[in-house]
C-alpha cells in the first residue's frame, strides 16, 4: 500500500475521533496562551523572564536580546499573530505553520545553553507537529508523495470510543521526555546560584560542580568555558582492587 494512501486512512481515522479532536482543541489553546503572554512582554518592550539573572546563560542570551530594538518586537509580534491564527479555524494551519519555526528555534536553544525549560520547549514543539499532522489533507500537496487526487473532505465525528493505545502513546512520549532530560547532561548551570549548587549534591564531581556553578553564576564566564574547566576536573575517585592507585570517573 503507498505509504500517502496509508497516511490518508490513518488521518481520517483520526480526525472522525471526539477525543482527539478535543486533545487537537487543548494543544492549540495551550500552544496559544505560551505565545500570546511571551509575544505580548516582548511587543511592550519589557525583558522575557526578567527573574534570571544576565549572568544565567539563558538570561544573558535574553538580556542581548531585549537590546535588539524593533527586531526584539518584531519576534513578539510573530508570537502573538501564531497564537491569534491558531484560535481562528479559517486560519489555525497557518498559526502552526508560523508557530513551527520559532518554537523549534527555541528549543534547540534551550538544549543549548543547558536550560532547565527543555522538557517544556520539547513538549510544545511535539505538541506543534501534532497540529500539523491534523492538518495533514492541506499540507499533503508539498510533501515528496504521489498523490491519487485534489479531492479533500472534513470527515465527521463517527465515533466516540476513547483510544487509549494514542493517549497512553502521549503519556509514554511525555514520561520520556522528562527522564530523558534528566540525565542528558551531567551538569546544568540551573536558573540559579543556589539552584545550580542544589544539583551538586548528586553530581559525580561536587567540588568541580560548585566551580562550575560560581564560574556561571558568579563570575559570568560563558558556558563554553565553564564546562571545560568543570570537564577538566579530576572526579570521584574510587579504589581499584589490587593496585594502589585510584581510577577517575571521568
Sequence with gaps: MPI???????????KG??????????NRIMLAAGFFIAGSVKI???RFASGLSTN???????????????????IGVLQVAA??????????LLGALIYFPIILNICILAYAVRFEGTRITTLMVLANLYLLGWDYDRLKFILPFK????HTTQPEIRNNKFPFVFFGGV??????V????????DIRPGNSLMECNNGCAGNAKPEACKVFCDCVHNLGKPLDSCLAQYDKAPGKTIQTSGVGNAKHSR
Design 4 to 14: 500517502s494512501t496509508t497516511l490518508d486512512q490513518l488521518h481520517y481515522q483520526a
Design 17 to 26: 475521533n471526539k477525543w482527539m479532536q478535543l486533545f487537537a482543541t487543548f
Design 44 to 46: 511592550m518592550g519589557e
Design 56 to 74: 544565567q546563560p539563558m538570561g544573558h542570551y535574553l538580556e542581548a536580546l531585549h537590546h535588539t530594538g524593533y527586531y526584539y518586537t518584531f
Design 83 to 92: 497564537a491569534i491564527l491558531l484560535l481562528i479555524p479559517r486560519t489555525r
Design 147 to 150: 498523490q491519487k487526487n485534489s
Design 171 to 176: 503519556f509514554a512520549t511525555i514520561a520520556a
Design 178 to 185: 522528562i527522564v530523558i532530560n534528566q540525565f542528558v547532561y
